[in-house]
Each structure stands twice: as structure tokens, then as C-alpha cells.
């Protein structure tokens, strides 16, 4: 059964380094969504993307994050200058194939642990 | 904003159906009643949805009570590996950004006592 899958598991990391990561979405998906949860608190929508570009952001989502489509494959989450508030779960998920609108399932990766330092 | 209400926690017996209840009183016709599960901090994984009738796949069942201000997620058999957190969700499915994001509450804890 196809899944997305995301690495590293695990990235710890100084507060004001940047870090990247990554997200392989199920294949033939055209949507991409990043969303984290804080240790203890609710999911939280971050962003999502199609057709290469940005379709919707949240207010977490500012000019330190940045998201990108680099081949066909992978899609990325950067953070310019990590804070100490960003450690959290990160999850990607996906959904949508082409022409068909019942597809709107997101399906999830099983998730980044940024920890910042 | 939460559209939706869910019991904080809730027991289950292994091998007994689970009955999750969720209120969404102030649901639009046109909005669908999702269920994800969350084990520990694993990544959110879908269970379920529907939009009036009833459903049922090899997970469970959805329960959606006539006027929808209302909905009943049933895992037939408990297992401990069901024990997870089970957040009713509430969403369009295509909006004024193409496909809606999901906008998780607290959820149920269930656990599954053997």
C-alpha cells in the first residue's frame, strides 16, 4: 500500500541553524501539506502546496519557513533560523490524484522529531 | 474555533465495540464528518469519513444521527492496538484553496484495557 514516507526520523539542531526536512509523498498525489504538533498540544496546519505553489499558510507559517517541490519526488520543509520553539513533531501528508475529487483523503507521513537546542 | 466536541478519554474492554461520540452541531451541508487516529506520535492515520449515511470499511463504522449534529465512531472488536487518540474532524473537502486542510482538536483518548 503506498505511503508517505519522511526523513530523518529524528534531527536535533542548534538554535539558529537551518534545517530541511524532507517528505516523500504517495505517488501521483498532487497535494502536499506540512503540519507539526508541539509535545502535548493539537496538530497544527502549517501549509499546503499545489501546482507548485504555496495554496494556503497558517500564521505559524512566517518568513523563517519555506517549502519546495525540488524534483518530482520530494517535497521539503526548510527553517532558515530554528528557534527553540520549533522543536516539535513535523508530519507531511498528501492527496489528490488527477480528476478525481473523491481522493481528498490526506494521508500522513509518520513524522519528523525536530528537537532545537 | 472548534466545530467539533469529543469526550476527553474514554475505556474499552479488549475485544468489546468501541462507541466514540462526537457532537458538530454547527455543521454546513456541505461538510464532511472525518475520523483520524493518533498512536502516540505517530502520524495522523484515517480511519473513516462520511457526509449522512452511515459507512463501514475493514477499520470501522460511522454512525451519522439524521439532523448530522452528531456521529458515533465504532471499532467492533477492540484491541490494545487501538489504543490512540481519535480526533472527529469536520471539513469541506474542496475549498477556496483546493483541497481543505484538516483542523485537529484535542480528540478522545482511548485506551484499551485488556
Known amino acids: 500500500e503506498p505511503e508517505v514516507t519522511q526523513t530523518p526520523s529524528h534531527q536535533v539542531t542548534q538554535m539558529g541553524q537551518e534545517v530541511i526536512l524532507r517528505c516523500v509523498p504517495i505517488s501521483n498525489h498532487l497535494y502536499f501539506y506540512w503540519y507539526r504538533q508541539i509535545l502535548g498540544q493539537k496538530v497544527e496546519f502549517l501549509v499546503s502546496f499545489y501546482n507548485n505553489e504555496i495554496s494556503e499558510k497558517s500564521e505559524i507559517f512566517d518568513d523563517q519557513f519555506s517549502v519546495e517541490r525540488p524534483d518530482g519526488s520530494n517535497f521539503t520543509l526548510k527553517i532558515r533560523s530554528t528557534k527553540l520553539e520549533d522543536s516539535a513533531m513535523y508530519f507531511c501528508?498528501?492527496?489528490?490524484?488527477?480528476?478525481?475529487?473523491?481522493?481528498?483523503?490526506?494521508?500522513f507521513g509518520p513524522g519528523t522529531r525536530l528537537t532545537v537546542l | 474555533d472548534a466545530k467539533t466536541t469529543q469526550p476527553p478519554s474514554m475505556d474499552c474492554a479488549e475485544g468489546r465495540a468501541a462507541n466514540l461520540p462526537c457532537n458538530h452541531s454547527?455543521?454546513?451541508?456541505?461538510?464532511?464528518v472525518y475520523w483520524y487516529r493518533q498512536i502516540h506520535s505517530q502520524g495522523p492515520q484515517y480511519i473513516i469519513h462520511?457526509?449522512?449515511n452511515n459507512e463501514t470499511n475493514e477499520m470501522a463504522s460511522l454512525i451519522i444521527t439524521e439532523d448530522r449534529k452528531s456521529s458515533t465512531l465504532i471499532l467492533p472488536h477492540a484491541t490494545l492496538r487501538d489504543t490512540a487518540v481519535y480526533y472527529c474532524?469536520?471539513?469541506?473537502?474542496?475549498?477556496?484553496?483546493?483541497?481543505?486542510?484538516?483542523?485537529f482538536g484535542t480528540g478522545t483518548r482511548l485506551t484499551i484495557i485488556p
Open positions: 454547527t455543521i454546513s451541508g456541505n461538510e464532511y
Open positions: 462520511g457526509l449522512k
Open positions: 501528508a498528501s492527496n489528490g490524484l488527477a480528476g478525481r475529487i473523491d481522493t481528498d483523503t490526506q494521508y
Open positions: 474532524i469536520v471539513r469541506v473537502r474542496w475549498g477556496d484553496f483546493g483541497n481543505e486542510k484538516l483542523t
